[in-house]
């Protein structure tokens, strides 16, 4: 076991994602899927070959930052695994390019769930295991690091709570970190603590979801989709689900698990909060899934009106709910539809701004969660300096008091996070300038940039007026837009924080 925690922080993840092309491999055994079943299997001893011979060539390296180390390997496992995961995909469909298979690894494994496969009946069943396994994947390794690697260095949102440099050392508050020495250490100790909890909770709405009545099989891949915000499915959403509605709000209910990162990892990076009712990321979220429902159920409610259009209690809450889940989930980043989505539409005879939708995604779900976005954190800091300062502009000489740490989210915290959202809005403007270089037009090149880099793929089909498809744009726009998936995954500050000084300091 201790030579293979020795090994860098890449290969290990090889070996993993070799081993994990088992699991369709063994699908297809079972389903008469021969074709996969083989590709995968070839797969996964040609991997594990390369893995070894890789492990062997790096084996004794002792790099002299383990930070920085760690750090590089988490940037390389974004953009070079997809490479290996795109290869027994790209054997598996045998009339597709490599390029839209590396696409569709990279969208997985960033949990994007973007997907360029969108016609019915053109993967297979466990070709669609695949995507949703290695957006598990993808998901399982951001809860890992996030508090292993990202918490010491302050990136990641732990920068808005931090007294120290971004990519510096760890805060002050985080105690219990910095009192690990070897951040090899810490990794394995976060990986034995959280993937049991993961994997756990996935079980739990798996089985939720086939008593629920919905198939294995499909249960299965909501259930991985949905704790790694991937938005995967292999029927399209939601809408043709045999679970109906008891399954969607078991899948409303883990939703939970991206919004705060207390409600898996409370205890475990030395953080002193008081419950979660009291997690201002938490609180910030019932805020925002609560003002954005009632805006848009009021708005189809007024309209149907006047309209005089007789609606039933049933219809009326089944519009509620449709809101209340869809808005939720674009909140997370995952990108599921309610059934019942359409609903209120279809009696008020407006159609709901796709825009609604995409501010939810920009905003995102909790630090250190699998959602992607700007983060609560960072919205909860901006709204609280804010307030501060209109306090200010009424009472000049007012204090404001809330304490050590309330003062620091209000100053250094505000700071840091429009520092983060100014390179968040530059960062769409520079991907939405290069898509439209490539000759995508200005409303799809905005829709498919926010989508990218909050990693939230449905946006693209019910953002814009009219869905978009993937497959339709051209092979550059799909490059610049995997790259933006990477970037969106491991945020710019994270990039940034490679160009420290300090970090390539011996």
Known sequence: MNWIVKLPFFVILMGLGAIAMLVPAAHGAIMDDFNAMRVFFYGFVLFSILTLIVGLTTAGYAPTNVARSQLIGL??????????????????????????????????????????????????????????????????????????????????GFEVRATTNIGKGAAVSLSQISRIADPSERLVRYTLSLTPIYVGLTFLLWIGLVVAGEFPYIALCHAMSTLSTSGISPIDGLYYAASGFWGELLIFAFFIFALSRLTFSRGLIGEREQGLLRD???????????LVTAGLFLRHF?????????????????????TLFTVTSFLTTTGFESHFWGGA???????????????????????????????????????????????????????????????????QGAYI????????????????????????????????????????????????????????????????LAAAMVLGRLETLAIIALFNPEIWRG
Do not use: C
């Not at 496992?77 to 290869?87: E, G, K, S, Y």
């Not at 969208?107 to 995507?131: C, E, K, N």
């Open 302 to 322: 007024i309209a149907a009106t006047d309209r005089q259009t007789v609606v039933s209690i049933q219809e009326f809450i089944g519009a509620f709910w449709g």
């Open 280 to 290: 201002p990321e938490f609180r910030t979220a019932l805020v925002l899934i609560g």
């Open 417 to 480: 996070s429009w520092i983060f959202f100014m390179l968040f809005a530059l960062s769409i403007a520079g991907v939405m300038t290069l898509m439209s270089l490539t000759g995508v037009q200005f409303e799809t090149s905005m829709v498919l940039s926010v989508s990218a880099l909050s990693t939230t793929g449905p946006l693209a089909a019910v953002a814009a007026e009219v869905p978009i498809a993937y497959s339709g744009i051209p092979d550059v726009a799909k490059v610049i």
């Open 345 to 411: 539409a279809s009696w008020s005879g407006l159609q709901t701004p796709g825009l609604f939708l995409t501010g939810m995604a920009l905003i995102g779900g909790g630090v250190a969660t699998t959602a992607g976005g700007v983060k609560l954190l960072r919205i909860y800091a901006l709204y609280r300096h804010g307030e501060r300062e209109q306090e200010r502009l009424l009472h000049p000489s007012s204090i404001g008091g809330g304490g050590k740490e309330a003062r620091r989210i209000r100053k």
């Open 75 to 156: 940037l390389s496992a974004f953009t070079l695994l997809p490479l290996m995961f795109a290869v027994p995909f790209y054997e598996a469909i045998g009339n597709t390019t490599y390029l839209n298979a590396w696409f569709e690894m990279v969208s997985s494994f960033t949990t994007t769930g973007a997907t360029v496969y969108d016609t019915s009946g053109r993967l297979t069943p466990s070709l669609h295991l695949w995507r949703a396994l290695v957006g598990w994947l993808g998901g399982l390794l951001i809860w890992v690091t996030a508090v292993s690697i990202f918490a010491p260095m302050n990136l990641g």
